[in-house]
């Protein structure tokens, strides 16, 4: 047993019987597992809300499942749930409430943190959002020279970037198409120039999101943004009240920087990063499609926190997902997860999905503080399908790895596609159907024989197949939709982290990288002395400097 009562995953029962079961599953192969049980693509299926789950393409067994379930229960799956609901501090490592489930919830609900219900302050900030949103739309809110707001530009990194990024881009049917929406994050000027050249400041809004802000590639990139608009503008410090509002947690240091607080949207150190998009930190989000369907989103969001509460194993589609992902991670050996969407809108939503699961699950130390003696977090990738498709999935077919996949898709393109586009959406999703397929069941050697192959060439002419995939389809791309997807991931990446017992809240491993940045920036600038700096880096620095001929 270990400080929390609870025996090291490794050791516990449940996951040696996964072990042996996986064993006993031996080399099973899809094909064989559907023709053994029509029952299953019926039986693997389930609903939640809006979403359409098919997980039947996976290697799994009503046993499998059985023991996963078992392992769920051993590793205290649900209690660690109740207990974030219940705005315990189960982020342990930062002695915080992990609370982003109360964002989405209904006014009337009642969380606490620190003994006090959050719920009411999440909704006065949503309607000071709301107002705001509306005057920036409407045109109502003017600029220093009394333009109006054409362009709004959201400076922020990580969570405060790739959210809003993401989901603007999904609900690009749903936005404002008079207006104009940029996403800056990268400390790389380059992405603040291209942002703002062709850009009128008196016709602009900047949006800095950062929970601290403190960040460094954000305070920079504001400032950079801060000065190109008051030169712009011929202006002075006046200027900065109609054309920058924040996003933070920090009151102080908004001040500090020269926002005034009332244009300052607050949330709380409740809310992690990557799990705050349905936060203030979504303001450049509801300004694009109004805080109307900004509510049907978070109502998509609180539908599957609500799921993820009742839902009994075999219906409870966030467990499932997490289970499934720590079958394959764990018992099989998979090191990553391709997401893989078919739809352009989705442009954005594996990266969005990298921090999301990246940052909390890519530990190897447990709650506890000891190392872990298992896999946790796999690397997550993937880009839209078809593109994909002509790109890596060569490797995903015929290649050495196993690779599971989730596979998304809508039935209906967005509204207001061009007509004459329309038909292309059936195609689109044709491949998603046949990728799922193709990977599940292959192509034996005798039905590439049966097609008249030569014989040298039917072992590259094969597909060994029981490649698994889960599809999520849904009827279309709304904001509702979007929430229920997010929320699915975000409680399935909760499932894993609490299996495999690390804090899937904190993100410690990204301070040691920013600390040794600053130490290294004024060797690269004006040529100081860093102690202790290695040589290969040192060299670097010397051969960086040469070049800027320093
Ligand atoms: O990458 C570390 C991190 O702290 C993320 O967790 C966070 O989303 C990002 O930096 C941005 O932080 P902030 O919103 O405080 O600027």
Excluded at 20 to 30: A, C, F, M, P, S
Excluded at 145 to 163: A, E, F, Q
Excluded at 302 to 319: K, M
Aim: with cysteine; proline share 4%.
């Amino acid at each position: 047993m270990n400080a929390e009562g609870r025996s090291r995953l490794d050791q516990l029962p449940e996951w040696t019987a996964l072990g042996k079961h996986r064993e006993q599953l031996g080399k099973v192969h899809l094909r064989e597992l559907f023709e053994r049980d029509p029952g299953r693509a019926e039986r693997y299926t389930l609903r939640v809300g809006d979403l359409h789950l098919d997980y039947s393409k996976h290697l799994v067994t009503d046993e499998t499942l059985r023991l996963l379930g078992e392992l769920a229960s051993a590793t205290g799956v649900a209690e660690l749930r109740d207990a974030m609901f219940r705005g315990e501090k189960i982020n342990i490592t930062e002695q915080r409430s992990v609370l982003h489930i109360a964002l989405r919830a209904p006014g009337s609900a009642v969380i606490k943190s620190d003994g006090e219900n959050v719920t009411p302050a999440v909704q006065s900030v949503l309607t000071k959002m709301g107002t705001f949103a509306d005057r920036v739309r409407s045109g109502d809110w003017k600029g220093h020279t009394g333009k109006r707001i054409k362009t709004v530009v959201n400076i922020g990194i990580g969570g405060s970037d790739l959210g809003p990024a993401m989901a603007y881009e999904a609900l690009r049917a749903y936005t404002h198409r008079d207006m104009q929406f940029r996403f800056v994050s990268n400390v790389d000027g380059a992405d603040l120039h291209e942002a703002v050249r062709d850009l009128d400041p008196a016709e602009t809004l900047f949006i800095i999101a950062s929970k601290t802000f403190t960040t460094i590639e954000t305070i920079t990139n504001a400032t950079s943004a801060r000065d190109w608009l008051l030169s712009g503008l011929r202006a002075g410090g006046e200027a900065v009240a109609q054309h920058f509002v924040a996003l933070s947690t920090n009151a102080e240091k908004v001040t500090e920087f020269g926002i005034n607080p009332d244009n300052m949207f607050e949330f709380w150190d409740w809310v992690g990063g990557r799990y705050s998009f349905d936060s203030a930190i979504g303001l450049s989000l509801m300004v694009a499609i109004g805080h109307e369907r900004f509510r049907e989103m978070l109502a998509g969001f609180h539908l599957v926190d609500e799921h993820f509460c009742s839902a009994p194993l075999h219906e409870n589609a966030p467990l499932l997902l997490g289970l499934l992902g720590i079958w394959y991670g764990n018992f099989w050996d998979a090191q990553s997860h391709a997401v893989l969407p078919y739809s352009h809108y989705l442009s954005k939503f594996t990266a969005y999905l990298q921090q999301l699961d990246m940052e909390s699950n890519g530990k190897s130390v447990d709650r506890d503080g000891h190392r872990v003696n298992w896999q946790t977090g796999p690397v997550v990738w993937g880009t839209p399908g078809t593109n994909g498709q002509h790109a890596y999935y060569q490797l995903l077919h015929q290649g050495t790895k196993l690779i599971p996949a989730d596979l998304l898709g809508f039935a209906e393109p967005v509204a207001d596609l061009q007509p004459g586009l329309v038909p292309q959406h059936d195609l689109l999703m044709a491949n998603l159907f046949a990728q799922g397929q193709a990977l599940a069941f292959g192509k034996t050697p005798d039905e590439v024989r049966a097609e008249g192959m030569a014989e040298e060439l039917v072992p590259h002419k094969t597909f060994p197949g029981n490649r698994p995939t889960t599809t999520i389809l849904a009827k279309e791309l709304s904001p509702s939709v979007l929430g229920q997807l997010i929320a699915l991931y975000e409680h399935k990446v909760f499932v894993q982290g609490a299996v495999w017992n690390i804090d899937s809240f904190d993100q410690w491993g990204v301070e040691l990288g920013k600390v040794l940045a600053k130490r290294v920036e004024p060797a690269l600038t004006d040529g100081a002395e860093v102690p202790g700096l290695d040589a290969s880096t040192a060299g670097l620095v010397a051969k960086y400097r040469a070049l800027r001929g320093r």
